[in-house]
């Protein structure tokens, strides 16, 4: 193509200012094949849908039935995004306040050793006289309040 008025060889074409000479698909050509059903890059996974050509990545970037990695850390499980959220809901790795109200956060996985052998609110029962309390309470119990802890006696000169 030459420009009627300078005689000067185009080089982009004056209604898609597409490259002369380019081995793109022209402007028209792109519109024609964008508006062309096509089936989403999921459907493997169960997505039915139809959409335009033009609109794929659009969709395949919402689609539920793509795959989606769990947000908690340690958890390495790949879902389809539809699930994504019942799956979060109920992972092992999902992070949980402690049960006995001790204020940690704890994964739930970890959660039973938790409140078995480091929550401060478990329940513990003293060694010497058998009364529960928390395990918070235990030590001040046992230098304190058991009745049943060892003294030192104030007699001067007893052993």
Do not use: F, M
Request: with cysteine; charged share 30%; glycine share 8%.
């Amino acid at each position: 193509l030459v420009n009627p008025h300078t005689g000067v060889a185009l080089q982009e074409c004056p209604t898609c200012r597409g490259a002369i000479g380019s081995t793109a698909p022209s402007y028209v050509v792109r519109k024609i094949i964008d508006a062309l059903p096509v089936s989403c890059a999921h459907k493997a996974r169960g997505c039915e849908e139809k959409v335009k050509r033009g609109d794929l990545e659009a969709h395949v970037a919402v689609c539920d039935y793509a795959e989606a990695t769990c947000p908690h850390a340690g958890c390495e499980a790949t879902v389809l995004r539809r699930d994504l959220e019942a799956h979060a809901a109920s992972c092992e790795w999902r992070v949980v306040p402690c049960l006995e109200g001790c204020g940690e956060d704890v994964t739930w996985r970890d959660l039973e050793g938790h409140l078995a052998t480091e929550c401060r609110k478990r329940e513990v029962v003293c060694g010497k006289c058998g009364t529960k309390r928390t395990a918070e309470e235990s030590e001040e119990h046992r230098k304190r309040h058991c009745p049943d802890r060892e003294v030192e006696c104030e007699v001067a000169g007893c052993g």
